[in-house]
């Protein structure tokens, strides 16, 4: 949502009859009008060229403006298409495309900041709803990173050291120190690490306006191979756009990129997603599609799901400490479970999403087998482990121990055996042979989720 001010029109208007009157030179009265309207984009987009706007609104009023001056008809959705076309090029660089035939292809070797999850010098996404963890998530990187530990227990990090800068202007600076104290990257009394370059939150009242590019600018160019932490895309850009739908959103997101490449910064962005369930990877990133464009790879995190018994749907199961985790784009694709421990802020990679849950399942509904058990039975089974015989344990063995007799009756030993097949039928005890009688055994987990 762009709000139209008078007086910043007319600012416009001038500085872009300047900037036609500056680039009618000799040299350049041989172009077409098009040709000129381009070149001034390309010196207002140019973070070196003394026209360089950094505005974007302001940047397509002067577009706007220069066009009628030059003669040309060009909607507002041409003239933003054509600075976005211009800004993707200058940052892909002007030199020879391809190889021919014959010759040695060109081949950079990517490189990590993360293992197989962030890749040095590029964009990635973190994607999730409210309160699913991503600002937990963003923490710990932040912490893994500094200690050199794998993030998650599963992705190697670079070797350091790494500065980073925490641009975390959605965050209340409270919040924010319990995210850091809770992975220890700030002292109790305040003291931030030395290797975090700088802390920004809500209350520094910060966006992706000029003077929050002048900032970025600056520590990028003071810190080389920064990497930034943005928490979040939408709140660097509600006051300016008003709404991370507009296309304008996204052109900011292309803009701050456009402005870091050059640094060799590594930018980690937080996104919301729509809803707290539903698309994964790069399509739950709320926004303009071409925010989702500009990302190398997105990091998706989502809560786990249960039916609701009163509606008979999926909703999501906020009380659960597992997560889903997708990883899409230009680092492999993963589906993975993850666990959180969100007092510590630590996360663990359980395993592959669809074998990890299967297995979840299994231990849950064994847990709710074993909690079901009647007392005697809970009895069997702790009678059969204090017996610890890898062959297994007869069943007047276990009435001995069940009933604190040397000769229990015919009754009890029968009453035992019962049990003991019924908690064969549920799993927990193999029936098996030996010492010429039939003996039973504990099935490997079987005491998953079972007190004590």
Not at 411 to 431: H, N, S, T
């Amino acid at each position: 949502m762009t709000v139209w001010d008078p007086e910043l029109a007319r600012l416009a208007v001038e500085e872009a009859q300047q900037l036609a009157t500056v680039h009618a030179l000799p040299s350049a009265q041989d172009l077409a009008p098009i040709d000129q309207w381009e070149a001034v984009i390309r010196s207002m987009l140019d973070p070196a060229h003394p026209s360089h706007e950094r505005n974007s609104i302001r940047r397509q009023i002067k577009a706007a403006t220069l066009a009628g001056e030059l003669g040309l008809r060009v909607s507002p959705s041409q003239t933003r298409q054509r600075i976005l076309q211009i800004q993707r090029a200058m940052v892909m660089g002007d030199a020879e495309k391809g190889t021919a035939g014959g010759e040695k292809a060109r081949i950079t070797e990517k490189q990590w900041l993360v293992d197989g999850l962030i890749a040095k010098g590029c964009l990635t996404g973190i994607a999730a709803y409210n309160k699913v963890g991503k600002t937990k998530l963003a923490a710990r990187l932040a912490a893994d990173l500094i200690f050199g530990r794998p993030l998650m227990g599963r992705f190697p990090v670079a070797p350091g050291p790494h500065r980073i800068l925490l641009w975390w202007v959605d965050q209340p600076a409270a919040d924010s120190a319990a995210y850091l104290r809770s992975v220890g990257l700030m002292e109790p009394d305040g003291t931030l690490h030395p290797q975090i370059v700088r802390l920004y939150t809500e209350e520094d009242d910060l966006a992706w306006d000029d003077a929050g590019a002048d900032l970025l600018l600056e520590h990028a160019a003071a810190e080389p191979g920064l990497v930034l932490i943005t928490d979040s895309f939408f709140h660097s850009i509600q006051r300016i756009y008003g709404s991370d739908q507009e296309p304008e959103a996204g052109g900011a997101l292309i803009d701050v990129q456009t402005l870091l490449a050059p640094y060799g910064v590594t930018h980690v962005c937080l996104f919301h997603s729509p809803k707290d369930t539903g698309p994964i990877g790069i399509q739950a990133i709320r926004g303009h599609g071409s925010a989702g464009g500009a990302v190398s790879a997105c990091i998706s995190l989502h809560f786990m799901e249960k039916r609701c018994p009163m509606k008979k749907v999926w909703i999501a199961d906020k009380e659960n400490p597992h997560r889903r985790m997708v990883v899409e784009g230009r680092a492999p694709f993963q589906d993975l479970l993850i666990r959180g421990d969100f007092e510590r802020g630590t996360f663990e990679v359980v395993g592959e999403y669809q074998k990890a849950i299967a297995e979840l399942l299994a231990d849950e509904r064994q847990a709710e087998t074993v909690q079901a058990l009647t007392e005697q039975q809970r009895q069997v089974l702790e009678a059969i482990g204090a017996i610890a015989d890898p062959k297994g344990a007869a069943v007047r063995q276990i009435a001995l121990i069940v009933y604190n007799t040397d000769a229990p009756t015919k009754p009890q030993v029968e009453l035992i055996r019962k049990q003991c097949w019924a908690m064969v039928r549920k799993g927990l005890l193999k029936q098996g042979k030996a010492y010429g009688t039939t003996v039973y055994t504990i099935r490997p987990g079987a005491l998953t989720g079972a007190d004590g």
